[in-house]
Structure formats: structure tokens, C-alpha cells
């Protein structure tokens, strides 16, 4: 069974930086494209960030270019998310994803960041 | 930016009964590149339609999608109660990738 699992969110104040992880199992990661997408609790579905095979490609929301990289490591299958100067509206539950292309057919379980003071 | 618009906000059906979810985009979507979620209460979003009207693997053939020109349609024939949950549109035809607002779909 493919699956996903990202870890690594918590409670930060305002400024402060986290790095989410996420690890695949029963899956290549290296085969597909990845992806970040978030959701602020009660609201609906974002995209934040995806990622080529080889990682020699990227793009972001604007709202977090500049502040945010994706990045992923192959060999250890795993994909990540480091969040810089992290603000309130970051607030959310993050999703890792796979895909072929931009479209992501597999999620992974969500991990809760809480951005306050 | 592709601004996608769901409607309604919420639909409210018996078990049973036939549900149609819009989809707006406010500009063309490249080769239909349009996907429809579903997510169900405190549970990951689940690709149920790619490229407007395919199924992805798995999905009951009582989900299906239609496009016509900037209007998307997902329609589910019979409800089943697993079936009441959000749903979600989202465009990856161009950067940003963006998502609709949401219907959820709730028992009567």
C-alpha cells in the first residue's frame, strides 16, 4: 500500500521557522513529482509548492515564495518542506502529495502547524 | 491566476438521490487539466476525476465529470452515505494551481 507520511508540524510564534517531512512507503518517490498543499483549519484546499522528478524544478504560491523551500532527498524517499518567517495566516494542516505531472493523485496524512504567540 | 468557482456551497440530499456539483473557471483550463477531491471529515483529500471526466483507480462508476467550455460538472448518481462529504475542484492546467471554495454535500 502506497502511503505518505508527513510529520514534523507543531506550535511556533510568529517569525520563527519549522521543516515538515514527509516519507513514502510502497512507492518511488524518485518516479514522480511531489507536492505541498495546505489547508487553515475549517477552510478549504491550497496549493503551496511542487516539486520535479530530479528536483531541478519548483514553483510556489506567491504568498510564500521567498520564505518557503520544498527540496527532496531520493535516496532517503522523502520529500520537505522548510518554512522561514513563518506568519499566523501559515497556520494550517500541510499535506505531502505524489504525482505524474502537476496533478497529485496520492495525499498523505496532513500534519497541523500552528503559527501563534 | 485561474479562479475556479463552486457551486453551491452546500447540497443537501437524501441517500439515493442524484447530486450535481458545478465548477467555474474563470479563464480556459489547458487540455480540461481539471481534477475533482473528495474529502470527507478529518480525512486526506482523495482524487476521485482527473483531465474533467477520467476516474481515477478505484472510484465507483457513480462518480462521473463533463466539461463544456469553463463549466465543469461532477455528478454523482446515487448517493451512498459514504458519499456525503466536500468536494473539491482544482486546476493544473497553469501556475498557480488553484482550487474551488468547496461543496459539501450533507444528508438531508
Known amino acids: 500500500e502506497v502511503q505518505l507520511v508527513g510529520s514534523g508540524g507543531g506550535l511556533v510564534q510568529p517569525g520563527e521557522s519549522l521543516r515538515l517531512s514527509c516519507v513514502a512507503s510502497g512507492v518511488t518517490l524518485s518516479n514522480y513529482w511531489v507536492a505541498w498543499f495546505r489547508q487553515a483549519p475549517g477552510k478549504g484546499l491550497e496549493w503551496v509548492a511542487n516539486?520535479?522528478?530530479?528536483?531541478?524544478?519548483?514553483d510556489y504560491v506567491g504568498s510564500v515564495k521567498g520564505r518557503f523551500t520544498i527540496s527532496r532527498d531520493n535516496a532517503e524517499n522523502s520529500l520537505y518542506l522548510q518554512m522561514n518567517s513563518l506568519r499566523a495566516e501559515d497556520t494550517a494542516v500541510y499535506y505531502c502529495a505524489r504525482g505524474s505531472g502537476w496533478l497529485c493523485e496520492v495525499w498523505g496524512h496532513g500534519t497541523l502547524v500552528t503559527v501563534s504567540s | 491566476e485561474i479562479v475556479l468557482t463552486q457551486s453551491p456551497g452546500t447540497l443537501s440530499l437524501f441517500p439515493g438521490e442524484r447530486a450535481t456539483l458545478s465548477c467555474r473557471a474563470s479563464q480556459s483550463v489547458g487540455r480540461n487539466f481539471l481534477a475533482w477531491f473528495q474529502q470527507r471529515p478529518g480525512q486526506t483529500p482523495r482524487l476521485l476525476i482527473y483531465d474533467a471526466s477520467s476516474r481515477a483507480t478505484g472510484i465507483p462508476d457513480r462518480f462521473s465529470g463533463v466539461v463544456s467550455g469553463t463549466d465543469f460538472t461532477l455528478t454523482i448518481s446515487r448517493l451512498e452515505p459514504e458519499d456525503f462529504a466536500v468536494y473539491y475542484c482544482?486546476?493544473?492546467?497553469?501556475?498557480?494551481?488553484?482550487f474551488g471554495g468547496g461543496t459539501k454535500v450533507e444528508i438531508k
Open positions: 482544482q486546476q493544473y492546467a497553469s501556475y498557480p494551481l488553484t
Open positions: 516539486m520535479n522528478k530530479d528536483g531541478s524544478q519548483m
